[in-house]
């Protein structure tokens, strides 16, 4: 985020607030047809009780942050990239336990720590953001020369936390069974398609939105899943690990699908 905030202009974001319409097809996609797609999903196919928990879970909390590792990749678009993650986790904060409790059984009551989840959004979210655009504003050529480092420090930590948690995303992905995991990567290509879709014309928006739409929030999914009453956490949280990995490959193969593309385009303008 602070990397995004760097590349950020106060004209930027005054240009990406007059762009309603993407905004308002951003959370349509993460908060009415995803949601939609997971409830679908659930009463078709043949899920356990604690997974499609978790996928319903999963449905109704967008905002994934790991989605910045590709979508900043995707030229001209790490702007929305950053602006999606930040919008998208903090109207899931409060609009996701309504959604949770329409969709989840009735003897299941939702329950969200606001004061953690609202901390996450303001520590991790908006103040690298806001620091970065006040330094963009004031030392242009020192924002330049520090959002590389930034960012590359950035895909180096997430690689480190990919390495660190692998053996528990292999146990989690065992737990949960090869039906479960197949049933999830269709849920996820769905929602990749709606975000797709939903993301217009613009070359630069679809696959962004595309991303952001099918990497789901998993942390505060967690975060809500340890107040669920009608499972023991480990329940709800094996399925939800193993989304986890699921959500990366299907991301890394549009990203660099894009970036061929990108740098194809560039090579035949330069003919």
Same mark, same amino acid.
């Given at each position: 985020?602070?990397?995004?905030?760097?590349?950020?202009?106060?004209?930027?974001?005054?240009?990406?607030?007059?762009?309603?319409?993407?905004?308002?097809?951003?959370? =349509?996609?993460? #908060? *009415? @047809? %995803?949601?939609?797609?997971?409830?679908? +999903?659930?009463?078709? !196919? $043949?899920?356990?009780?604690?997974?499609?928990?978790?996928?319903?879970?999963?449905?109704?909390?967008?905002?994934?942050?790991?989605?910045?590792?590709?979508?900043?990749?995707?030229?001209?678009?790490?702007?929305?990239?950053?602006?999606?993650?930040? =919008?998208?986790? #903090? *109207? @899931? %904060?409060?609009?996701?336990?309504?959604? +949770?409790?329409?969709? !989840? $059984?009735?003897?299941?009551?939702?329950?969200?720590?606001?004061?953690?989840?609202?901390?996450?959004?303001?520590?991790?979210?908006?103040?690298?953001?806001?620091?970065?655009?006040?330094?963009?504003?004031?030392?242009?050529?020192?924002?330049?020369? =520090?959002?590389?480092?930034? @960012?590359?420090?950035?895909?180096?930590?997430?690689?480190?936390?990919?390495?660190?948690?692998?053996?528990?995303?292999?146990?989690?992905?065992?737990?949960?069974?090869?039906?479960?995991?197949?049933?999830?990567?269709?849920?996820?290509?769905?929602?990749?398609?709606?975000?797709?879709?939903?993301?217009?014309?613009?070359?630069?928006?679809?696959?962004?939105? @595309?991303?952001?739409?099918?990497?789901?929030?998993?942390?505060?999914?967690?975060?809500?899943?340890?107040?669920?009453?009608?499972?023991?956490?480990?329940?709800?949280?094996?399925?939800?690990?193993?989304?986890?990995?699921?959500?990366?490959?299907?991301?890394?193969?549009?990203?660099?699908?894009?970036?061929?593309?990108?740098?194809?385009?560039?090579?035949?303008?330069?003919?």
């Amino acid at each position: 985020m602070l990397s995004v905030g760097l590349q950020t202009t106060a004209g930027d974001l005054r240009s990406l607030l007059k762009s309603k319409g993407l905004l308002l097809r951003s959370l =349509l996609a993460n #908060f *009415v @047809a %995803v949601p939609i797609v997971g409830i679908v +999903l659930v009463r078709t !196919l $043949p899920f356990k009780p604690e997974a499609a928990a978790a996928l319903l879970l999963l449905a109704c909390t967008p905002g994934g942050i790991s989605a910045l590792q590709f979508t900043t990749r995707i030229k001209g678009a790490s702007l929305f990239a950053g602006s999606s993650a930040f =919008l998208l986790t #903090f *109207v @899931a %904060v409060f609009l996701s336990p309504p959604l +949770l409790t329409l969709v !989840l $059984p009735g003897d299941i009551s939702v329950v969200i720590p606001y004061g953690r989840a609202l901390l996450f959004v303001v520590v991790f979210l908006l103040l690298p953001l806001v620091a970065g655009t006040l330094v963009r504003s004031r030392e242009e050529l020192l924002a330049e020369k =520090l959002s590389k480092p930034c @960012a590359i420090i950035s895909l180096v930590l997430f690689i480190v936390v990919l390495v660190l948690i692998m053996s528990l995303r292999k146990e989690a992905m065992n737990a949960v069974g090869k039906e479960a995991l197949l049933y999830m990567l269709v849920f996820i290509i769905i929602s990749m398609a709606v975000g797709w879709f939903m993301g217009g014309p613009a070359k630069d928006t679809r696959p962004v939105l @595309a991303t952001v739409t099918g990497m789901r929030h998993v942390g505060l999914s967690v975060l809500i899943a340890t107040g669920l009453n009608a499972f023991p956490d480990q329940a709800v949280q094996a399925p939800l690990l193993a989304f986890s990995a699921l959500m990366v490959p299907p991301s890394m193969l549009l990203t660099a699908y894009m970036l061929i593309r990108s740098r194809k385009a560039t090579r035949e303008s330069q003919k």
